[in-house]
């Protein structure tokens, strides 16, 4: 059995190149850098890599990680600038015997002295949303923090490894060197190749106070389904920040297990996932969270069409 599981719609088309190197029998890391090095490279989606929204300062910061769950290898960059796929720089710190998440300069200079694609990330598009949001924000009570969509996803192949990855710009005009979940193993993401792997995507200073990724793949290894794996660790820890904080950021997980199962649970609305196995063509579904039961329906023709649209719509300075 194979399969793959992401965060949001975004990660359909990575989702399709990942599925056909583990249907030729390809490794579960070559698949999943291929899947998530795809959602980095399109310029349209402002949360991860090429055009992602920049920190307070006008520059994209970005934070990835890469984890192998046969080994347990972990490899994770923060607050990365001006290289164009950070899961790759990712990836090959986890094969490092130590020295495994480096942060800002010093994940700069690694992946320098590695040969990785030196890229200004900086889109004019990203340049206009910024000027807009400072517009807005002298002109409103505008917060200005929003979008924290990562891409995370979960990988199997037919050799039965397992891998999880996650990238992303973070929250818009984040202050510099904010770091969120995405590079936080337990947190972000997990994957063990015994149980199955985990992947979280939204507001990660939330995100962060709990080890939701974990907590899945610990609920898969007592023999729990996906689905209900995400459910219970969703529902808990949602209940848990609302009651000791009065309110629970953005959370969303996806999951699979090491028999190609899938489940994803979300405490907001209107989440989107993509998902494909051996039996599955890749599909987009919406979820919809009804009393902590997490009801997945197909997104229509019309939806898939006004996403790609309005990811692509002019955008004008204000
Ligand atoms: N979940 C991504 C972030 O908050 O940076």
């Known amino acids: 059995m194979w399969g793959m599981i992401a965060t949001w719609r975004m990660a359909l088309e990575g989702i399709e190149k990942g599925c056909n190197l583990l249907k030729e029998g390809g490794n579960a890391g070559d698949a999943i850098e291929t899947a998530v090095r795809e959602v980095e490279d399109f310029p349209f989606y402002k949360s991860?890599?090429?055009?992602?929204?920049?920190?307070?300062?006008?520059?994209?910061?970005?934070d990835a990680a890469f984890m192998d769950g046969d080994t347990l290898d972990i490899g994770a960059v923060a607050a990365i600038k001006d290289f164009a796929n950070p899961v790759s720089i990712a990836r090959r710190l986890s094969k490092e015997p130590v020295n495994n998440l480096l942060v800002g300069?010093?994940?700069?200079?690694?992946?320098?002295?590695?040969?990785?694609?030196?890229?200004?990330?900086?889109?004019?598009?990203?340049?206009?949303?910024?000027?807009?949001?400072?517009?807005?924000?002298?002109?409103?009570?505008?917060?200005?923090?929003?979008?924290?969509?990562?891409?995370?996803?979960?990988?199997?192949?037919?050799?039965?490894?397992?891998?999880?990855?996650?990238?992303?710009?973070?929250?818009?005009?984040?202050?510099?060197?904010?770091?969120?979940?995405?590079?936080?193993s337990g947190s972000g993401f997990?994957?063990?190749?015994?149980?199955?792997?985990?992947?979280?995507?939204?507001?990660?200073?939330?995100?962060?106070?709990?080890?939701?990724?974990?907590?899945?793949?610990?609920?898969?290894?007592?023999?729990?389904?996906?689905?209900?794996?995400?459910?219970?660790?969703?529902?808990?820890?949602?209940?848990?920040?609302?009651?000791?904080?009065?309110?629970?950021?953005?959370?969303?997980?996806?999951?699979?297990?090491?028999?190609?199962?899938?489940?994803?649970?979300?405490?907001?609305?209107g989440f989107s996932f993509a998902v494909a196995t051996e039996n599955e063509a890749p599909?987009?579904?919406?979820?919809?969270?009804v009393n902590g039961k997490c009801i997945h329906e197909p997104a229509s023709q019309e939806w898939m069409e006004n996403y790609m649209k309005t990811r692509t719509a002019p955008l004008k300075e204000l």
């Open 105 to 184: 300069e010093g994940a700069e200079k690694f992946a320098h002295k590695e040969g990785f694609e030196r890229k200004n990330m900086l889109t004019d598009r990203a340049m206009i949303h910024y000027k807009n949001r400072v517009k807005e924000m002298t002109q409103t009570e505008l917060k200005p923090y929003s979008g924290h969509d990562t891409v995370g996803m979960v990988c199997l192949d037919t050799a039965g490894k397992m891998t999880a990855a996650t990238s992303t710009s973070g929250l818009f005009m984040k202050k510099k060197g904010r770091v969120g979940d995405s590079p936080v």
């Open 190 to 269: 997990y994957v063990d190749s015994k149980a199955g792997g985990a992947t979280a995507t939204g507001l990660g200073e939330d995100v962060m106070k709990g080890c939701v990724s974990y907590e899945i793949v610990r609920l898969m290894k007592e023999g729990i389904h996906p689905q209900e794996a995400c459910e219970r660790a969703v529902a808990m820890f949602d209940q848990e920040l609302k009651e000791r904080r009065g309110k629970a950021g953005d959370m969303s997980l996806v999951a699979m297990n090491n028999k190609g199962e899938w489940g994803v649970a979300t405490n907001i609305e």
């Open 48 to 62: 991860v890599g090429y055009g992602g929204l920049p920190n307070e300062e006008m520059e994209v910061e970005l």
């Open 283 to 289: 599909m987009v579904y919406l979820t919809k969270n």
